[in-house]
């Protein structure tokens, strides 16, 4: 059975930074991509970042130049280092992996950017 846990989330200053992980409880080379998505309240669920197999990144455009999406294979590990935080930047993060037509979802981490 696949489980994806993500930790990391918390309380941060705007211009702070945070990393976020999501561990798998299977090979991550069993995936095709990796990615972060976010839902902020009363708004949808949006891509931030997404890895594909070998290393193929793609960011939202309100994250370029500010978030990092990479994976650490030994460890079945994709992490999200977010720098330069802003206020919009709140929300609750999910990682999913996809497997051919199978998605899978953690149950989220909430990053809170005030001051």
């Known amino acids: 059975q696949v489980q994806l846990v993500e930790s990391g989330g918390g309380l941060v200053q705007p211009g702070g930074s945070l990393r976020l992980s999501c561990a798998t409880s299977v090979n991550i080379f069993a995936f095709d991509a990796m990615a972060w998505y976010r839902q902020a309240p009363g708004k949808e669920r949006e891509l931030v970042a997404v890895i594909t197999r070998p290393t193929s990144t793609n960011y939202a455009d309100s994250v370029k130049g500010r978030f990092t999406i990479y994976r650490d294979n030994g460890k079945n590990t994709v992490y999200l280092q977010m720098n330069s935080l802003k206020l919009e930047d709140t929300a609750v993060y999910y990682c999913?992996?996809?497997?051919?037509?199978?998605?899978?979802w953690g149950q989220g981490t909430q990053v809170t950017v005030s001051s």
């Open positions: 999913k992996a996809e497997a051919g037509p199978r998605g899978y």
